[in-house]
């Protein structure tokens, strides 16, 4: 299935891009797909813990089952007052 991720914040700075397509296997999750960007962008790993990421601008856990053209979102950590 392909999906497309978007980067924002300190994550685009960091990756370099905007936004990715990724083809994936059918039943692939969040967590599958978290794994492979931090493959490919190794610059992340030290955010790994703290993304936000949301599905089809849902926030979304680990264990979200990903389907043909979700849109998948990477945010930083975010602070406010």
Known sequence: ???LVK???SCR????????EFQLPDKA?????RSLVMTLH???ENM??????????VFAIEQTELKEGDVIAFFPPVSGG
């Open 1 to 3: 299935m392909k999906i």
């Open 7 to 9: 980067f924002f914040a």
């Open 13 to 20: 700075e960091l990756s370099g891009k905007t936004g990715e």
């Open 29 to 33: 999750t969040l967590k599958d797909l």
């Open 42 to 44: 190794p610059i992340l």
């Open 48 to 57: 790994r813990d703290y993304l936000l990421i949301s599905v089809n601008e």
